[in-house]
């Protein structure tokens, strides 16, 4: 196995090489102040330089207006699942509207019902979440709260290609998995959320873009954590920030900037990756099959199996063996899953493919 392989994890995940090289340069000392950032208290200006340029450049890098705020907390996603109702929908009688496209959108739902009334706007398990509803399918209640979307499904790997229509009700939306990986318009948007360990970072930071007026109704009985009004008016220094995390989030997006100039450009590659495996799949008379329908396929996470698990276990296994790594499917999936964000090179998913030609052979 060659020293440093292509992992195809669907996260935590590849990280840019730049990115753990400067890390690891200067882990002990950082350049000039002698200790290494996580030794840093968050109040002095070294640390607070460096919380200020990674908000910035992801400020810059996802041309976020004057409308919305940027926190870095912690919980991962999941939190999110329950901070979102809790400061929009707990204490008042609206109904939040939930667009069920895989996995992580139905728990998403699961922690909602605790907070208040929901709707399910639609769901795709009759067709086991390959697929994604038109805008003619969703069953939107008229005033909710906010309308909830998953926009990349990390496990089945259906990825919206556009937002749908909610009017003046506030979207909201998972980008956990696709986050960085292409432009959003972020003024469409109540919040987008994104936990840090698929294309930001490493796990334990979680970004939040929230409409600054959203964030005015908190229900008052909640702990202080979970209003975001509180991380807001303290620059997400409410408590100990993830300083060591918030710090490699903004080498990620100093990579994403020196080495693609605009999320356009890493845009392109992503497509580009992605189409080397969705026509290795087209391609192969049916040796492989995707799980979602082609019109919605993720350019994040690409699903497939054989044509049954010996074989899955087989192709696993070879591919392992030859430095192309961690890529199972989820255990609720089965088959094959290639992870592949922003930073797993396009040689990497070349020599993927090209595996995948020869394996079939
Ligand atoms: C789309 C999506 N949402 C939420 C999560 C949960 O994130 P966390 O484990 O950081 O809470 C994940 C994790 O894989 C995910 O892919």
């Not at 200006?45 to 890098?61: E, F």
């Not at 706007?121 to 069953?139: E, R, T, V």
């Not at 998972?174 to 959320?193: C, N």
């Not at 899953?337 to 020869?358: C, H, Q, T, W």
Request: charged residues 20%; aromatic residues 8%; hydrophobic residues 40%.
């Amino acid at each position: 196995m060659p020293e440093r392989v292509f992992n195809f994890s669907a996260g935590p995940a590849v990280m840019p090489l730049p990115v753990l090289e400067e890390a690891q340069r200067d882990l002990v000392a950082l350049p000039g102040v002698g200790s290494s950032v996580m030794e840093l208290s968050h109040r002095g200006k070294t640390y607070m330089d460096i919380h200020a340029d990674a908000k910035a450049r992801l400020v810059s890098l996802l041309n976020v207006p004057d409308t919305h705020e940027v926190l870095f907390l912690q919980g991962g996603s999941r939190l999110q699942f329950s901070m979102i109702p809790m400061n929009l929908l707990k204490g008042t009688d609206k109904t939040a509207d939930y667009v069920l496209t895989g996995s992580w959108g139905k728990k998403a739902l699961e922690e909602a019902v605790k907070e208040g009334k929901t709707n399910v706007a639609w769901d795709g398990k009759p067709s086991n979440y390959n697929n994604l509803p038109s805008q003619s399918d969703l069953k939107l209640t008229s005033d909710a709260a906010y309308v909830h979307i998953t926009s990349n499904e990390t496990i089945q790997g259906v990825q919206f290609q556009s937002e749908p229509e909610v009017g003046n009700v506030p979207l909201v939306s998972d980008l956990s998995s696709d986050f960085l990986s292409r432009p959003v318009d972020v003024s469409k948007y109540g919040i987008i959320y994104a936990c840090a360990q698929k294309n930001a970072g490493p796990a334990g930071v979680t970004v939040v873009i929230i409409r600054k007026d959203l964030m005015a109704h908190a229900s008052s009985d909640l702990p202080g954590y979970m209003v975001y009004r509180n991380h807001a008016e303290n620059d997400s220094m409410w408590n100990t920030p993830p300083t060591f995390g918030i710090y490699l989030l903004g080498l990620v997006c100093k990579w994403l900037q020196e080495e693609f100039g605009s999320l356009e450009k890493i845009q392109a590659q992503n497509e580009a990756k992605a189409q080397l495996l969705y026509d290795a799949i087209d391609q192969s008379g049916g040796f492989y099959t995707g799980h979602a329908v082609p019109e919605v396929r993720s350019k994040m996470n690409v699903t497939f199996k054989l044509g049954d698990d010996q074989s899955d276990k087989k192709f696993l296994a070879a591919a392992n063996e030859i430095g192309l790594t961690q890529l199972g499917g989820h255990r609720s999936v089965g088959g094959v899953r290639a992870s592949i964000y922003n930073a797993m090179p396009v040689e990497g998913v070349e020599k993927l493919r090209d595996f995948m030609l020869e394996f079939k052979k």
